[in-house]
């Protein structure tokens, strides 16, 4: 077969790259933009989440990755309609194969089902002879949403707590620095109130870190406690396989796990360190906001 890509040049590559980076961050936004603007745009108060928080919850991820899925898609159409028109070699490729397939053939003669065999053959063998490209936008896609997963659990766990009004530093409010100086790994992504607070009484902070899974890495957070000193952290989670035993385990470390309320009900009912999404938005945040306003 001629005109084959069998690899992509470390240039290409890298010029390839680039250009699904720089796509990427037009076309496609931040899980924050996403989660802002489902739950504002419901108009979501802080009443009727209070009520509603699991299937707020639920809903907000789903429709989070309904919405990204669109824009990936446009994102996916635009990155290859610019790869194919900006670069020689996939051009030229498209060139050929349009010449010699689809302008010696009759398309007004034949059918529908015809043409469309037609046409399916042509992108096919388009696709299959640039396919290095295709292989790694396929990978940079994957990676991004692997990223993206947690980071939207994170983002509507953020948009809830400005529905509530509550005061918090994530990690880029924070900054590395303080991260540095104050021995913090990633693993904290929020502290409520804030960074001030925290240097005067950690111990009247909520120290809280989210995964949408857990399988061992709830390890990593035990790690974070010992390491920092921190007095206790509480672990928001989507995860549907813990087990008593790993609950158990988790409260040696001072770790308080936030999960459905469904969850909750089902396998940890009489489990003191587990809480619903709703006691750690209405009873444990508020306390913890009351003592700040009271010390004030």
């Known amino acids: 077969m001629k005109d084959l890509i069998f690899e992509l040049e470390k240039k290409e590559k890298e010029w390839w790259n680039d250009t699904i980076k720089e796509f990427r961050s ?11 603007q489902i739950l504002f745009e419901k108009q979501i108060d802080k009443k009727y989440l209070s009520e509603n928080i699991d299937d707020v919850l639920r809903s907000s991820r789903e429709e989070v990755w309904q919405t990204y899925l669109k824009d990936e898609a446009v994102f996916h159409s635009e990155v290859l309609s610019h790869l194919i028109v900006n ?3 996939p051009r030229n490729i498209l060139s050929k194969i349009i010449d010699s397939e689809f302008f010696e053939f009759d398309y007004k003669s034949v059918s529908k089902k015809e043409l469309l065999e037609k046409v399916a053959r042509m992108v096919g063998e388009y696709t299959g002879r640039v396919m290095p490209y295709i292989y790694v936008l396929s990978l940079s896609t994957t990676q991004s949403r692997r990223a993206r997963a947690g980071k939207t659990f994170e983002h509507i766990i953020e948009t809830f707590m400005d529905v509530f009004g509550y005061p918090y ?7 590395t620095a303080f991260y540095r100086d104050h021995n913090l790994g990633k693993k904290v992504d929020l502290i409520v109130p804030g960074a001030d607070e925290y240097l005067k009484n950690r111990s009247k902070c909520a120290i809280v870190t989210m995964k949408t899974t857990l399988r061992e890495r709830w390890q990593e957070v035990a790690e974070e ?8 952290i509480y672990l928001l989670t989507v995860d549907s396989s813990l087990t008593a035993n790993v609950i158990n385990t988790m409260k040696q470390y001072n770790i308080t796990v936030v999960m ?3 969850e909750k009900k089902k396998k940890f009912e009489n489990l003191d360190n587990v809480q619903d999404f709703r006691a750690f ?14 010390s004030e």
Do not use: C
């Open 225 to 232: 406690l010992s390491r920092t000193n921190i007095p206790h």
């Open 26 to 36: 037009k076309l496609v936004d931040e899980p924050k933009h996403y989660a802002h």
């Open 281 to 294: 938005f209405i009873d444990e945040m508020t306390h913890i906001i009351n003592y700040w306003k009271k």
């Open 87 to 89: 670069r020689d070699i």
């Open 169 to 175: 530093k994530d990690q880029s409010a924070l900054g």
């Open 260 to 262: 459905y309320s469904s």
